[in-house]
């Protein structure tokens, strides 16, 4: 990293060693912070990791946000409901190569095995909560079932809702087009250059103990307004013991690829910068 730095430098200086990696870090972490700064939507760090058992240095990319993300309009706002369900359509199905994010489909499954031992549907989760619960009828009949839980879902959560773009009025269509392309650019980056890349088998290598953390992520898609129970149950864990918080682990065998992750760090927060665009768009009514 030391040539990266050098390379960045417009003037050359000696430096002891301890006044190099203090400059090398100082100025590492200045160019860093100036491609995050203009992201609002979560607060993000990065970390370099020292590798053992001859694996390479590492950069880990960290979300320090804890949470429901900011919906803006697409929750709170009173454009028509097929509008905000392609909206949210669209960040579900993107956000994750990014962030450490779950969606409602991934709240369900958790609470389908914490309740109903992996059942979906009623007469299912009926059975199980007599079988492995050893609850009366009357007991039951005051549990969440699956059909009550998805009942809870506003409309602008149901993917089957969702405008098709043709539909949706220009400048919410752009904002769209933007952040699937984006997404696009992220997506087809290769995994080894990667800032954004999650591998959990190479992150148990690099942070010894993380597997004791809650494997759930620390953002989600789901509002807290309507599902609390449900996200505080599943959270418990890792309010305990933490949170898998970890965008990326990019690992660094060689120098150059230092310039390959910043520029996949660019993409991620082009990406992200597009999402948070959505989010802040707020349409107006036709």
Known sequence: MGRWVSAREATS???????????????????VLEILE?????????AVLVGEDDNPPAIAL?????????????????????WRAAA???????????????????LFDEISMYYWDGEIDDESARRSLAAYQGLSAE???????????????????IGANAAKPACLPKELAQ?????????????????DRNAWHFDSDALYEYVPGIEECSSLPPLTLVPFEEFARELDDVAR????MGFMDFCGLCPLPEVSRIDAWFASLRL???????????VRLDPPNP
Request: hydrophobic share 40%.
């Open 175 to 191: 904002a769209l087009h933007r952040l699937r392309d984006a997404h696009k650019a992220l997506e087809h980056l290769a995994s």
């Open 38 to 46: 203009p992201i609002e939507l979560v607060d993000l760090r990065v």
């Open 13 to 31: 200086k000696r430096y002891t060693r301890v006044g190099a990696r203090k400059r090398i870090e100082q100025v590492f972490n200045a160019a």
């Open 237 to 240: 864990h890792g309010m305990e």
């Open 139 to 157: 007991e039951i009949e005051e549990q969440t079932l699956p059909s009550e839980m998805n009942a809870r879902r506003p409309d602008w959560m």
């Open 268 to 278: 991620g927060v082009q990406f992200l910068l597009a999402a948070q665009d959505l």
């Open 62 to 82: 960290v979300c320090e946000t804890l949470g429901q993300l900011d919906l803006g309009w697409i929750e709170t706002g009173d454009a028509p409901i097929p």
């Open 88 to 106: 949210y359509a669209a960040l579900g199905e993107t956000l994750g190569t990014a962030l450490p994010v779950f969606g409602y489909q991934d």
